[in-house]
C-alpha cells in the first residue's frame, strides 16, 4: 500500500512536469550590435560607429540592465566587435559577465575571420568558432564546437539562435567583400529537427541577420543593403511560421525597435548600443504576448551630441529619398529613430 502510494505521487509529480505549466512570465532584455572596438587598438576612432565609446555604452547598459530586479535574461544579437578581434572579445566577455543574469549571444558579420590584404597592417582577428567558443554555457550560451544553438529558458520558453552570416571570413581583395546573410542547409536540418522537437512550447528565435526589409532601400538593394536580410529569409520565414514560432528577434540593422507580424511570426528589429540612437529594449512576455519598451542607452549630453553629429554626416546609411537636406534629414532620423519607444503584441 504504501509502494503504491508513493508510485501515485512520483506519477503525479510526472504528470505535472510533463504537461509542464509554461511560465508565467518572462523579463528580458535586447541589446545589439556593440561592436566593441577598445581606445587602445591602432585606428580606433569616433565615427559613424562610435568607436572610441564602445567599450563606455556597453559597460553603462550593463550597469543599467543590473538595476531591473525581476531581469531574468539577456540577448545580445550580434556584431559583438569590431572584426573578431581577441582583445575586443576578452572585453566583452568581461564586461558582459558583469550582468547579474544569464545572457545568450548570436554571431554578426562583423565576428568572423578577416583575411589580410595589407602586410604592413595585418589585422588581427578570430575564426568564428574560436569567437564563438568565447562564449560558451552560462556565459553566452554557445555550445563547443558550434555558432548556433538552442536551450529552454524558462518552462516551456526555447530560445534557438542561429548563425546567419553568409561569409565565413571576409575578404574583399578576394571577391568575399560580403555582409550578407544566409542559413546554410545542415543549419536549417538542424532548425527544423529543433522545432519539431518543440511543438507546444513558446519559442523564440534570435538572429543578426533580418528576415524580412525594414524600408524601401532593404528591398531595392540600395547600397547593397540586400546585405542586412538572409538570402533564404523565406524559407526560413516559412519554417518558423509552420511549426508556430511566437517571435524572431534581430540587429543588424541599427534602427530603433520596430516589428513586423509575418504570418504570427513576430518579427522584432533593434538599434545598436554602437551607433546613434544607441538604445536597447527590455521585453515582459507571457506565453499569451508581449510587451517592450525602449530605452537610451545612459551617456553623457557631449556623446549623444557627437553621435547624432556623426549620425547626420555620414551618406551610406541613408536611403535613397533621404538627402542631406532638412526634408531628407527628417526621412531619415525617422527611419533610425522610429515613431514609438513602446508597443505590445498578442500572439496567434
Ligand atoms: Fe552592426
Ligand atoms: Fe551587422
Redesign the pocket.
Known amino acids: 500500500m504504501k509502494k503504491l502510494s508513493v508510485l501515485l505521487v512520483f506519477l503525479a509529480i510526472l504528470l505535472t512536469s510533463s504537461l509542464g505549466l509554461a511560465f508565467e512570465n518572462v523579463k528580458f532584455a535586447v541589446i545589439s ?1 556593440p ?1 566593441i572596438s577598445i581606445p587602445q587598438q591602432r585606428g580606433v576612432s569616433d565615427g559613424y560607429k562610435l568607436g572610441l565609446q564602445t567599450q563606455m555604452l556597453a559597460e553603462n547598459t550593463v550597469a543599467e540592465l543590473n538595476k531591473i530586479p525581476d531581469l531574468q535574461f539577456v540577448l545580445v544579437t550580434g ?1 559583438l566587435t569590431q572584426d573578431a578581434e581577441p582583445w575586443n572579445i576578452d572585453v566583452l566577455r568581461r564586461i558582459l559577465d558583469g550582468l547579474k543574469v544569464p545572457y545568450f549571444v548570436t554571431l ?1 558579420n ?1 565576428d568572423l575571420s578577416r583575411v589580410p590584404h595589407n602586410l604592413k597592417d595585418q589585422p588581427v582577428t578570430l575564426s568564428k568558432y574560436t569567437v564563438a567558443g568565447a562564449f560558451i554555457g552560462k556565459s553566452g550560451g554557445m555550445t563547443p564546437g558550434m555558432t548556433y544553438y538552442a536551450h529552454e529558458v524558462a518552462k516551456n520558453l526555447v530560445l534557438i539562435n542561429l548563425d546567419t552570416s553568409r561569409a565565413q571570413v571576409f575578404a574583399p581583395e578576394a571577391g568575399l567583400n560580403d555582409y550578407g546573410g544566409y542559413v546554410d542547409p545542415g543549419q536549417m536540418r538542424w532548425l527544423e529537427k529543433t522545432l519539431q522537437a518543440n511543438q507546444g512550447k513558446t519559442i523564440i528565435v534570435m538572429t543578426h541577420h533580418n528576415l524580412i526589409p525594414w524600408c524601401e532601400g532593404d528591398r531595392t538593394d540600395h547600397n547593397k543593403w540586400g546585405w542586412f536580410r538572409i538570402d533564404n529569409g523565406n524559407a526560413v520565414q516559412s519554417m518558423l511560421q509552420k511549426y508556430g514560432v511566437n517571435a524572431i528577434f534581430t ?2 540593422r ?1 534602427i530603433s525597435t520596430r516589428y513586423q507580424d509575418v504570418g504570427g511570426v513576430f518579427n522584432f528589429v533593434h538599434p ?1 548600443l554602437s551607433t546613434y540612437p544607441m538604445r536597447f529594449t527590455l521585453y515582459d512576455m507571457t506565453p499569451q504576448g508581449l510587451k517592450y519598451e525602449v530605452k537610451n542607452v545612459p551617456a553623457s549630453d557631449d556623446v549623444w551630441a557627437l553621435a547624432k553629429k556623426n549620425f547626420l554626416a555620414d551618406s551610406w546609411w541613408r536611403d535613397a529619398d533621404q538627402p542631406n537636406t532638412p526634408e531628407g534629414n527628417a526621412k531619415y532620423l525617422e527611419l533610425y529613430e522610429g515613431t514609438s519607444m513602446s508597443g505590445s503584441v498578442k500572439f496567434k
Open positions: 550590435d561592436h556584431d554578426g562583423h540587429g543588424h541599427h545598436a
